[in-house]
């Protein structure tokens, strides 16, 4: 089965736009013009030509006339399409309050924060970044930082492993001070970060 990139939506983007980003997603030509019927029956054969997943990220951000247009293409028996819509706040109320919509769902899923041992159990395999960080210094991140929220998790991934890739820097692992500093930098409201430990280890 092929996917796509998630689609991001802006507020108040338009149907057009977002045609034209479901055309690049699908490698369709750039020349195309999203209100085109030529554009849109090449969308639907793609669709059409093999299994697709189209995910839909901060999904609450999609106007009505985008919903509505993606209930259709999902509604088109001759595309063989499967759809995730994926976001948080009131993403939830928006899809059930359009009736036509909600009734294609098949599977509504809400997702929890890691508890403390999905923490240490997860994230050595999620990146090479903490794959010999020790199971308390993990659970210390978490605690400090992350929440069990995975998405703050790849957030200061990405950052922790451009300092380690840095050649400016001597660091070329994890450290409690350095993630710290990386804290800081992210937040530098935050005092929690420089305070609330003392770089000892006696977490746990």
Excluded at 81 to 97: D, K, M, P, Q, T
Excluded at 161 to 174: G, K, L, M, R, S
């Amino acid at each position: 089965m092929e996917s796509g990139r998630p689609f991001r939506p802006s507020p108040g983007h338009p149907l057009n736009d977002f045609k034209a980003d479901l055309a690049e997603a699908l490698d369709l030509p750039d020349d195309l013009q999203p209100g085109h019927r030529t554009t849109e029956r090449l969308i639907r054969s793609t669709l059409a030509a093999q299994p697709h997943v189209i995910v839909l990220d901060e999904a609450q951000g999609l106007s009505n006339h985008i919903l509505e247009y993606v209930r259709t293409l999902w509604a088109d028996k001759s595309n063989r399409l499967a759809i995730v819509f994926v976001g948080g706040e009131n993403c939830y109320r928006r899809i059930r309050s359009r009736a036509a919509l909600s009734s294609c769902i098949c599977l509504w899923q809400q997702y929890a924060p890691l508890r403390p041992d999905e923490v240490v159990d997860t994230m050595p395999g999620y990146h090479a970044a903490w794959a010999d960080v020790s199971p308390q210094d993990l659970l210390w991140v978490d605690d400090l930082a992350c929440h069990g929220n995975f998405r703050s998790w790849a957030t200061l991934t990405f950052h922790l492993q451009e300092v380690i890739d840095d050649p400016e820097h001597e660091e070329t692992a994890f450290s409690r001070k350095l993630t710290r500093s990386i804290l800081t930098d992210m937040d530098s409201t935050d005092r929690a970060y420089n305070d609330r430990y003392d770089g000892t280890g006696g977490y746990m």
